[in-house]
């Protein structure tokens, strides 16, 4: 019998100078505003994973903060698929601010910086991104 195990990934708080939050579209949580992530390799670091994810699906630097919280996604019906993940939700901040998010187009559909007050009123925040947004404020 083959064991099913969860996936850790870490979800990715960016802040720039302005203190907005960067929040995306994902074609994985169709509909629904969230931060971007992803999985963390074997044999990396929390850190190295937020850093190197932020590359590949931005193209941006950013620095690590800190583990905001753990969440947890079992099954969730916004994602596209059935899946259990335990999240590290990360705060981090650009490194390099003259450099604009650039999505990857794989990944994301649409990347933008809101203020803290007004990505907590939009209504199409997955849940558990607005429980941790509550948390930055």
């Keep these: 019998m083959d064991k099913k195990y969860p996936k850790v990934v ?6 720039n100078t302005q203190g ?3 929040l995306v579209k994902s074609y994985k949580w169709p509909g629904l ?6 999985h963390i390799e074997w ?3 929390i850190e190295a994973a937020v850093i190197r994810e932020t590359k590949e699906e931005l193209g941006i630097a950013v620095i690590f903060d800190r ?3 753990v969440a947890e996604f079992v099954n969730d019906p916004t994602f596209h698929k059935s ?7 990360c705060e981090c ?9 650039i999505p990857d187009n794989n990944e994301i559909q649409e990347a933008r910086w809101f203020p803290l007050d007004q990505a907590l009123l939009l209504a199409d925040v997955l ?5 941790t947004l509550q948390k930055l404020s």
């Design 20 to 22: 907005e939050i960067l």
């Design 83 to 89: 899946k259990h993940f335990v999240a590290l939700q």
């Design 10 to 15: 870490v979800g990715c708080f960016i802040r």
């Design 127 to 131: 849940p558990q991104t607005k429980h």
């Design 33 to 38: 505003w969230v931060v971007m992530g992803g």
């Design 93 to 101: 901040h650009l490194s390099d601010t003259s450099q604009p998010p």
């Design 67 to 69: 583990v905001i919280e």
């Design 43 to 45: 044999g990396e670091s």
